[in-house]
C-alpha cells in the first residue's frame, strides 16, 4: 500500500467521528500498520500525525503516535485476523506441482548447512543459527509438557529427546492468564510473526519436499525457506522467513500452501512445528534436519 500524505484526508474523517479519540487513532494505525510493511511506518506516522493537528480534541505528539504504532507492529499475533480462505487441498493443483523433478535428495543438495545429526549440539547450533538475537523460546517434550527460556538457556542443555518447537519467540518467560494461573506459551505471548510453518501431511515425502521447494522458489509468494525438517513419521515441516510481510500477504502464501496440502492449524502463531533433531516420542525417529539455510535466519543481516 503506497502512503502519501493526501490519505490523511480520510484518516482525518475518521477521528473526527463519534466514539473514543484514542480509540480511533489505534483503529487508524492499526489499519495502516496491516497494510504496509514496517519500512513504511514513518510515513504512518507522519499521515496521523498530520491529521490529529485538524482535530479540535487534544491532539497527539508524533512521539505519541510513534508509540502507538510502536506497539501494534510488536503486539502479539493474534489467531484468526487476515487468517487464510482456503481449508482444502485442491488435488489438481497439486497434483501438477508434483510433476515438477524434485524430491527430498533434491531439497537436501540445496541444503547450504548441512547438520551432523548424532552430534549432541547438533539441535543447539541450529536454534543459534534461527535466533541470534536470544528471543525466549518455546520447546515441548510434549503437547503439555514444555518450558519457555531464552536460547542461550536451551544451548548447552540436550535437546535431542524433545519433540517440539513454537517457532515464533515469546515476548516473555510467562504471562498470566488472567484467571491467576500462568502459562509459557500462548498466542497472547507470542513476540511476532517469525517464521511461518508449513506442514504437509498429504503426499509422498519427495511430492512434499517438491510442494515445499515450488512454494520456496517463488510460487507462493517469495517467501524464503529456511529449514525443512522431517516429523519422524510421515510428514516434512518447512520454515519460511515471515518477518517483515504483512498478515495479508502470508495469508495468500497459506492459501497457496494449503491448496497444495498444507495443514491449516500451522497457521496459527503459537503452533508447536517439529524440533529439529528431535526425537519422535511415538515412532522413535530422528526428526532429520534435510534443509537449513542461516542466511535466511531472521537477526542475520536486519
Not at 21 to 45: C, S, T, W
Not at 62 to 71: K, P, S, T, Y
Not at 269 to 298: H, I, K, W, Y
Request: overall charge negative.
Amino acid at each position: 500500500m503506497k502512503l502519501t500524505h493526501p490519505m490523511a484526508r480520510a484518516v482525518e474523517k475518521a477521528l473526527l467521528s463519534d466514539g473514543d479519540y484514542h480509540a480511533k487513532v489505534m483503529m487508524v494505525a492499526g489499519f495502516l500498520v496491516n497494510e504496509a510493511p514496517p519500512d513504511q511506518d514513518e510515513r504512518i506516522i507522519d499521515v496521523i500525525h498530520e491529521a490529529t493537528q485538524r482535530v479540535t480534541r487534544r491532539r497527539m505528539t508524533r512521539g505519541e503516535i510513534g508509540r502507538v504504532v510502536d506497539w501494534l507492529r510488536r503486539r502479539p499475533a493474534r489467531k484468526g485476523g487476515a487468517a487464510p480462505k482456503r481449508k482444502e487441498i485442491d488435488e489438481g493443483f497439486a497434483a501438477r506441482v508434483d510433476e515438477l523433478e524434485f524430491g527430498l535428495v533434491d531439497l537436501w543438495e540445496a541444503s547450504p548447512i548441512r547438520m551432523d545429526e548424532d552430534a549432541p549440539s547438533a539441535p543447539n547450533e541450529i536454534l543459534s543459527t534461527l535466533y541470534p538475537d536470544d528471543p525466549f523460546l518455546c520447546i515441548g517434550w510434549s503437547v503439555s509438557n514444555f518450558l519457555t527460556k531464552r536460547v542461550n538457556e536451551w544451548v548447552g542443555q540436550p535437546l535431542g529427546g524433545a519433540q517440539y518447537l513454537a517457532p515464533n519467540p515469546m515476548r516473555a518467560e510467562s504471562m498470566d492468564r488472567g484467571d491467576g494461573t500462568m502459562t509459557m506459551k500462548c498466542h497472547d505471548l507470542v513476540l511476532e510473526r517469525r517464521y511461518l510453518a508449513v506442514e504437509f501431511d498429504a503426499g509422498t515425502i519427495d511430492q512434499q519436499a517438491c510442494r515445499l521447494g515450488w512454494l520456496a522458489s517463488g510460487g507462493g509468494g517469495e517467501l524464503p525457506l529456511v529449514m525443512a525438517t522431517f516429523s519422524g513419521s510421515k510428514s516434512l515441516h518447512g520454515l519460511f522467513k515471515a518477518a517483515g510481510r504483512t498478515e495479508r500477504f502470508l495469508s495468500a502464501f497459506y492459501d497457496k500452501a494449503i491448496s497444495l496440502g498444507a495443514d491449516p492449524m500451522m497457521w496459527t502463531p503459537s503452533q508447536f512445528t517439529r524440533m529439529p533433531l528431535g526425537l519422535n516420542e511415538r515412532t522413535g525417529a530422528r526428526q532429520e534436519v534435510f534443509f537449513l539455510d542461516g542466511q535466511n535466519a531472521v537477526g542475520r543481516h536486519e
